[in-house]
């Protein structure tokens, strides 16, 4: 059963284990002709559910929306919210996550403490330990988020190009504006699969940076060997490459506690 949920879109999946934990239910309930409060009738769905999802193999964020969403149909029934507020929340939820149902990236931020870690993986600047450097090495944070990253070497590094590649639009304005003014930082709207956006061309960058989550990882590690140059660097914050230890990684001492793990191409 799990192999054949797995072939299903996540957002299929998630919705079919929904309807089965709320049929097994309301089964329950009627075999033993019990008479629940709707919240506790929500409330036993969404624990079903959660279960079903944690069994099927779905992505740890997905539990959590699993097992709120019948007791957040009830309570909003319940308090008689206005639709138009959850019609606004659900646009604002699409503009800042919106391929997540099918890339299973949600937006995660880096710390500041990841931020100031990652200058250690820019190239040296010229003139630095007697090495001689042409100047203008680049710099890609494979779904660049907020810009967080960006900007912040790009400041502290000016003598490095740096590129954001990012598919949720709500991110990818804040970043447009947050990296104005900086001459040295750009950010580009689309997948990092997309072969037609020149931009997701890892042959072109000493330094690789993604924070994505466990499911492209593999995939992205193909493309990584496939395009990188020999002497670049491929940065992970967190999520780890299967079956490839990294050649180096550091503990961040941050809320996430994060951890970088580095391969050297």
């Not at 959660?50 to 779905?58: K, M, V």
């Not at 308090?79 to 699409?94: E, T």
């Not at 960006?150 to 590129?163: E, F, K, N, S, V």
Request: net charge neutral.
């Amino acid at each position: 059963m799990r192999t054949l949920l797995s072939r299903l879109p996540p957002s299929i999946t998630a919705l079919l284990l929904q309807v089965a934990a709320f049929s097994l239910t309301l089964l329950s309930v009627r075999l033993f002709a019990l008479q629940p409060a709707p919240l506790f009738f929500a409330l036993l769905c969404g624990l079903l559910a959660a279960s079903f999802s944690h069994l099927a193999g779905l992505a740890r964020w997905w539990l959590f929306i699993q097992l709120c969403f019948a007791p957040a149909l009830v309570l909003m029934l319940a308090f008689d919210i206005p639709p138009g507020i959850f019609l606004a929340a659900f646009l604002i939820m699409l503009v800042v996550y919106w391929s997540t149902f099918r890339t299973q990236v949600p937006l995660y931020l880096s710390s500041n403490k990841v931020w100031r870690a990652l200058e250690a993986f820019l190239p040296p600047a010229a003139g630095d330990s007697g090495e001689v450097r042409q100047p203008g090495f680049r710099f890609i944070d494979l779904g660049s988020g907020l810009g967080g990253v960006l900007t912040h070497l790009a400041r502290i590094r000016p003598d490095g190009h740096y590129t954001g590649v990012e598919s949720a639009p709500l991110p990818l304005l804040w970043s447009w504006l947050r990296i104005r003014g900086l001459r040295n930082c750009e950010v580009h709207w689309g997948s990092i699969w997309d072969e037609r956006l020149e931009a997701c061309n890892l042959a072109q960058y000493d330094v690789v940076f993604a924070y994505l989550s466990p499911v492209p990882m593999e995939q992205l590690w193909h493309k990584a060997r496939a395009e990188m140059r020999p002497g670049s660097v491929f940065v992970s914050s967190t999520f780890a490459v299967p079956e490839q230890l990294p050649h180096q990684t550091m503990e961040i001492d941050d809320l996430h506690h994060s951890t970088l793990l580095v391969w050297r191409m």
